[in-house]
């Protein structure tokens, strides 16, 4: 149980910082707020997800396989939909940093919005 303490901690620090610094964010395009919290909220969601399935809390469901240029990969159906998910939210969050840096004329966000979603590709 020891092993599962730092993943929980972990998803139970980003929930808490979230839920205090909510305001705060964006504070040039309040418009972009809500945004960004739902974004942020899935991935502590994700997170939290990840936590259960490895404490196996959550079952891990069948294993699923996958035919790749002649070799065969398996995995759980439960890791494959949060990996899924998890690059749902990568790409969500970097499109969120290209508007964002549109709206309120920074230029760093809309570089990292640029280079996140080219690594989400």
Do not use: Q
């Not at 972990?10 to 979230?18: E, I, P, Q, R, T």
């Not at 997170?47 to 759980?76: K, Q, S, V, Y």
């Not at 990996?83 to 809309?110: D, E, M, P, Q, R």
């Amino acid at each position: 149980m020891v092993r599962h303490l730092h993943p929980f901690a972990m998803v139970v620090a980003a929930a808490a910082g979230l839920i205090f610094s909510w305001r705060d964010i964006s504070e040039d395009a309040p418009a972009m707020r809500w945004p960004l919290v739902v974004g942020l909220a899935s991935t502590v969601v994700i997170g939290a997800c990840a936590a259960l399935i490895d404490m196996e809390i959550i079952p891990a469901g069948p294993r699923i396989e996958f035919w790749d240029f002649g070799w065969t990969n398996h995995c759980a159906l439960a890791g494959w939909l949060v990996t899924l998910a998890a690059w749902a939210a990568w790409f969500g969050l970097s499109i969120w940093s290209l508007v964002y840096g549109t709206v309120a004329g920074k230029k760093a966000y809309l570089n990292a919005g640029s280079s996140a979603s080219g690594w989400a590709w």
